[in-house]
């Protein structure tokens, strides 16, 4: 689910809180109190539904609660003076007051062209054939590997390449990234053209 408010945006599959784009570093605890927050904003939430959604019923105190009510508040530039998104109704608990809109999915797609470039190929493959097609058939299972961790679908392939899309368009370049350093550690005898 994805819930934008102001110019934040709240991304629960992806666990990310977003402001204009840039992405927002959040503790585990302080992102599900505030998803928790969005999602119930019709009413308050007591001290008791946060313990029991946000820590599993574990007790925690009170400093440690506040603690993460206000990480929350500051990390949407709110804060306990203002209230302007979340309210806290003294004795009762909190709510998420803000104008929120819902979307199901993040519908928003780039496709990325992974190419392995392999330098001295016709060399190599002339030196050991079946070596260098194991060790190519390696280096594509690490990039399918790669391609799901980043949550993207491989949906052709030419060659030496394959076409994959992913939701945020800064993932291909990570997973790129990513790719190159393990399929380098992994197998520096197979030389990647910069």
Same mark, same amino acid.
């Given at each position: %689910?994805?819930?934008?408010?102001?110019?934040?945006?709240?991304?629960?599959?992806?666990?990310?809180?977003?402001?204009?784009?840039?992405?927002?570093?959040? @503790?585990? @605890?302080?992102?599900?109190?505030?998803?928790?927050? #969005?999602?119930?904003?019709?009413?308050?939430?007591? &001290? +008791?539904?946060?313990?029991?959604?946000?820590?599993?019923?574990? *007790?925690?105190?009170?400093?440690?609660?506040?603690?993460?009510?206000?990480?929350?508040?500051?990390?949407? $530039?709110?804060?306990?003076? $203002? @209230?302007?998104?979340?309210?806290? /109704?003294?004795? &009762? $608990? #909190?709510?998420?007051?803000?104008?929120?809109?819902?979307?199901?999915?993040?519908?928003?797609?780039? /496709?990325? *062209?992974?190419?392995? +470039?392999?330098?001295?190929?016709?060399?190599? %493959?002339? @030196?050991?054939? *079946?070596?260098?097609?194991?060790?190519?058939?390696?280096?594509? /299972? #690490?990039?399918?590997?790669?391609?799901?961790?980043?949550?993207?679908?491989? !949906?052709?392939?030419?060659?030496?390449?394959?076409?994959? +899309? !992913?939701?945020?368009?800064?993932?291909?370049?990570?997973?790129?990234?990513?790719?190159?350093?393990?399929?380098?550690?992994? %197998?520096?005898?197979?030389?990647?053209?910069?």
């Amino acid at each position: %689910m994805l819930y934008s408010f102001e110019d934040f945006s709240l991304d629960t599959a992806r666990r990310e809180l977003r402001r204009g784009g840039a992405l927002i570093a959040l @503790q585990p @605890q302080v992102f599900d109190l505030l998803e928790y927050a #969005i999602r119930n904003r019709d009413r308050v939430v007591s &001290k +008791d539904d946060l313990l029991a959604a946000v820590w599993n019923g574990r *007790i925690v105190s009170e400093s440690t609660l506040s603690t993460r009510i206000n990480a929350a508040r500051n990390a949407i $530039g709110d804060s306990g003076e $203002g @209230q302007r998104l979340i309210r806290t /109704a003294h004795g &009762k $608990g #909190i709510r998420f007051v803000g104008a929120v809109h819902e979307q199901g999915e993040t519908v928003r797609k780039l /496709a990325a *062209i992974f190419a392995a +470039d392999v330098a001295g190929y016709s060399r190599l %493959m002339e @030196q050991d054939e *079946i070596g260098t097609l194991r060790r190519l058939t390696a280096c594509r /299972a #690490i990039l399918d590997e790669r391609v799901a961790a980043y949550r993207g679908r491989i !949906f052709g392939s030419a060659g030496d390449s394959v076409v994959a +899309d !992913f939701a945020s368009p800064s993932t291909p370049c990570s997973a790129r990234s990513r790719c190159r350093r393990r399929s380098s550690m992994t %197998m520096p005898h197979v030389p990647l053209a910069r």
